[in-house]
Every structure is written in C-alpha cells, then in structure tokens.
C-alpha cells in the first residue's frame, strides 16, 4: 500500500505561481508512477499530470501545457507539481495520486491510491 499527503495549497493572485508537494509512505521500494488531480466545486476530477517512476515519462493536461511542471525525487518519495501563471480556472483541490506499475496514465481509473487533497485558490 501506500499512503499519500499533499502540501502547499494556498490563496494566490492571477498569474502568481505555487508549488505543491506529495510525500509517499508505505511499499515506497516498489516502481509506482505519481499524478496529481484536481477537482473543482460541482465539476468532475480531472487530470493535471502524472511522472514515471524513473521520471523519463511526464504527460500533462492540454489546460495547463506550459505552465505547470512535475518532478519527483525517489530518495525522498515526493513529487512536485511546479504551477505558474495561475488564473481563476486553476482553483480547484488538488489531488494526488499514486500506482504502481510503469503506466503513466491520465485517467482516474489508472491510479488506486490517493491524498487526502489541498486546496489552491486562484484570486483575481
């Protein structure tokens, strides 16, 4: 199993960036990929974007091509998702997700473990 805790949600203004952060615990010596999701208030959870394990695949939402980066560090079992130029349409909790195997999925079905969530408000 693994367990998933997101951190760095906040308040920002439009166009600031943020970066948020999941620690992975559990059977963390097996390969698993990571992702983060996003689900925003009466819309459905969708992808934003997922990393391989060894970091040499990265898939990303069409919304947020450019804009945001994930990375991960093996060592410390976290990855990042680097967000910028934010806007009102980025507000949404934010989700990540985790499951082993070396698919790098951009559907909810593709992940078995997730976070708890952590919340970004973008402010115009």
């Known amino acids: 199993q693994l367990q998933l805790v997101e951190s760095g949600g906040g308040l920002v203004q439009t166009g600031d960036s943020l970066t948020l952060s999941c620690s992975a615990s559990?059977?963390?010596?097996?390969?698993?990929?990571m992702a983060w999701f996003r689900q925003a208030p009466g819309k459905e959870r969708e992808f934003v974007a997922a990393?391989?394990?060894?970091?040499?695949?990265?898939r990303f939402a069409e919304s947020v091509k450019g804009r945001f980066t994930i990375s991960r560090d093996n060592a410390k079992n976290t990855v990042t998702l680097h967000m910028n130029t934010l806007n009102s349409e980025d507000t949404a909790v934010y989700l990540c997700?985790?499951?082993?195997?070396?698919?790098?999925?951009?559907?909810?079905?593709?992940?078995?473990?997730w976070g708890q969530g952590t919340q970004v408000t973008v402010s115009s």
């Open positions: 997700a985790a499951s082993f195997g070396a698919i790098v999925g951009g559907a909810r079905w593709d992940y078995f473990y």
């Open positions: 559990g059977r963390t010596s097996s390969s698993y990929t």
């Open positions: 990393i391989a394990f060894n970091g040499a695949t990265r």
